[in-house]
């Protein structure tokens, strides 16, 4: 089955421990995603990869980084947790955006974070 | 990069078309209108997408003006299971993508 899968799904921490979130995809995307969603607010998109080794920010890249070394996984870490870092993530992949517009991205189940 | 407008809410009767109009006005020629939905917290759903001529599929249909200063997302027989926020999303060149506010579409018996 095609999906993209997260872990956690769900993350009680503290301020200031080190945490990763896993993302991982079974289609052989090129692009990969994370985007945060806070109450009122729509998704705002972190970190993007186009492909393997290759990463940019998107509109809320502070306090987070992430790694492609692998097609398939994107991980997304948080160094040091901050309580405005609580939020629902999502992580999404797909063939490819912008110009060449072959078909939309898949998104993961999400994960929920919160930190105390 | 192009950025999208769209109306905050609106209801639509069951089984009547639901229109949900989307201003994207600073859209660069190359660029790709996309349509996605998420009901509750789940994961946003692909709709549809397009680049200026009219696209349909098993989901809905989408009309982009001649100037593509402007889309509509119709869903042509709304159920009570398309009650989502709707977002409409224009895609940059080089990946990164700009979700809009949405529109909370409620659909009711």
């Known amino acids: 089955e095609a999906q993209v899968t997260q872990n956690p799904r769900y993350l009680i921490t503290v301020t200031g421990k080190k945490l990763t979130v896993t993302c991982s995809q079974n289609?052989?995307?090129?692009?990969m995603s994370w985007y945060r969603q806070d109450p009122g607010l729509g998704l705002r998109q972190i970190y993007y990869?186009?492909?393997?080794?290759?990463?940019d920010k998107g509109d809320v890249p502070e306090g987070y980084k992430v790694s492609r070394k692998e097609k398939r996984n994107f991980p997304l870490i948080l160094e040091s947790p901050s309580p405005n870092q609580t939020s629902l993530y999502f992580c999404?992949?797909?063939?490819?955006?912008?110009?060449?517009?072959?078909?939309?991205?898949?998104f993961g189940p999400g994960t929920r974070l919160t930190v105390l | 990069d192009a950025k999208t407008t769209q109306p905050p809410s609106m209801d639509c009767a069951e089984g009547r078309a639901a229109n949900l109009p989307c201003n994207h006005s600073?859209?660069?020629?190359?660029?790709?209108v996309y349509w996605y939905r998420q009901i509750h917290s789940q994961g946003p759903q692909y709709i549809i997408h397009?680049?200026?001529n009219n696209e349909t599929n098993e989901m809905a249909s989408l009309i982009i003006t001649e100037d593509r200063k402007s889309s509509t997302l119709i869903l042509p027989h709304a159920t009570l299971r398309d009650t989502a926020v709707y977002y409409c999303?224009?895609?940059?060149?080089?990946?990164?993508?700009?979700f809009g506010a949405g529109t909370q579409v409620v659909v009711t018996p």
């Open positions: 397009g680049l200026k």
């Open positions: 999404a992949s797909s063939f490819s955006v912008g110009t060449s517009g072959s078909g939309g991205q898949f």
């Open positions: 600073t859209i660069s020629g190359n660029e790709y």
């Open positions: 289609m052989n995307h090129e692009y």
């Open positions: 990869s186009m492909n393997v080794e290759v990463t």
């Open positions: 999303i224009v895609a940059d060149s080089w990946g990164k993508l700009q």
